[in-house]
């Protein structure tokens, strides 16, 4: 498939193939705008296919072939949603290696929009004196932004702010609700080209289900597992999320299926376990199990960071949850186990805390 246009308008500038190889030959150029060239030069290759690298949530990473032209649909679907227009200024603030990142770059193309580029590890500074028009950000990023209240006005200056690569905490979702600008979490995987549904974080379309792109239904598999019923597709994407369908193009996720514990004859949801505990833990933590001669698996906590006196954690806990889905014991690991963008490998982590 060849790219609709030859070219990218990038920081003020149009960039051609030519321009592109140039940059990527220079030897002290930062890896994060090597990333970015490599991927253009990849796009406007001939090739119809982009190599790709799935996250490593569900197992290890593996590298995947993703058609240029799914890339491309996928791009026009955001700009209708957003009602992004040309000449709009995107801000890529996410290394290219990943694909959202990419996807910025494929939106901007499609769009004809102004793409400025700055290293993901930025303080976002230059957001004081600069607006933009679409934006997408990791949880960690729109965090510390957050936690000084004089950041907050730099990042309404994103007029539509993506947030996605793992999930945010009920503290963060809270704060991001009182935002004037609109932000959004996405739901999606590397196999569709990023994302396939938004949900709306702030202002009055604030709701706790995700809504698909145009073209994009939903339904529920044998599992009660989200099935993708996608445009590009012949066949529906199994997934392995939980899920409420509110309608064929709503939907809310309610924890993996892979994560799911039974205990004592009755399965238990780490994640909504884990919502509830939030306001009182400020480490990373996780519910997670441990081997048990009478219920089979007991249900734990595993807090990251060195150990402390749980006692009023304790407490509070007992204020939280039934008897049963009590966490019986609380492990601390000093490090979590993460996948290359962040999200913690559970089976990990239950692997070290049962000592293998």
């Known amino acids: 498939m060849k790219p609709a246009t030859s070219h990218i308008i990038l920081n003020n500038q149009k960039i051609t193939p030519e321009v592109i190889a140039e940059q990527i030959s220079k030897p002290d150029l930062p890896e994060w705008e090597k990333e970015l060239y490599l991927f253009l030069n990849e796009w406007f290759s001939d090739s119809d296919f982009i190599l790709a690298q799935t996250s490593g949530s569900t197992g290890e990473p593996k590298p995947i072939e993703l058609p240029k032209s799914v890339m491309q649909k996928s791009a026009e679907r955001t700009i209708e949603y957003f009602g992004l227009q040309k000449n709009d200024r995107f801000l890529l603030s996410l290394p290219c290696r990943y694909i959202a990142g990419k996807m910025m770059v494929v939106r901007a193309i499609v769009g004809q929009m102004n793409l400025i580029t700055v290293d993901p590890a930025t303080d976002f500074d230059f957001l004081e004196h600069e607006i933009f028009g679409f934006g997408a950000m990791v949880p960690n990023q729109v965090f510390k932004l957050l936690g000084q209240p004089s950041e907050i006005e730099k990042l309404q200056n994103i007029r539509n702010l993506l947030v996605g690569g793992s999930a945010i905490s009920s503290a ?53 597992c989200l099935q993708i019923h996608h445009p590009e597709f012949v066949e529906p994407i199994q997934t392995n999320d939980l899920a409420e369908l509110q309608s064929d193009t709503s939907f809310r996720i309610l924890g993996r299926a892979d994560s799911v514990i039974i205990s004592g004859g009755i ?13 009182i833990i400020n480490e990373r933590f996780v519910i997670s199990s441990f081997p048990d001669k009478k219920l089979g698996e007991k249900l734990v906590l595993v807090i990251e960071g060195k150990p402390f ?11 939280l949850f039934t008897t049963f889905e009590r966490p019986k014991v609380i492990y601390f690991l000093e490090h979590f186990p993460t996948t290359i963008s962040g999200k913690i490998k559970r089976k990990d982590v239950k692997q070290l805390i049962r000592g293998n």
């Open 267 to 279: 399965k238990y949801s780490p994640e909504s376990l884990e919502k509830k505990l939030e306001p």
């Open 172 to 224: 963060l979702e809270s704060q991001i609700s009182q935002l004037t600008s609109r932000v959004v979490i996405t739901y999606g995987m590397t196999e569709t080209a990023s994302h396939i549904a938004i949900r709306e974080l702030s202002g009055i379309r604030k709701s706790d289900f995700y809504r698909c792109l145009p073209g994009v239904s939903v339904s529920l598999g044998e599992t009660d």
């Open 309 to 319: 006196v749980t006692k009023h954690l304790e407490e509070k806990i007992k204020e």
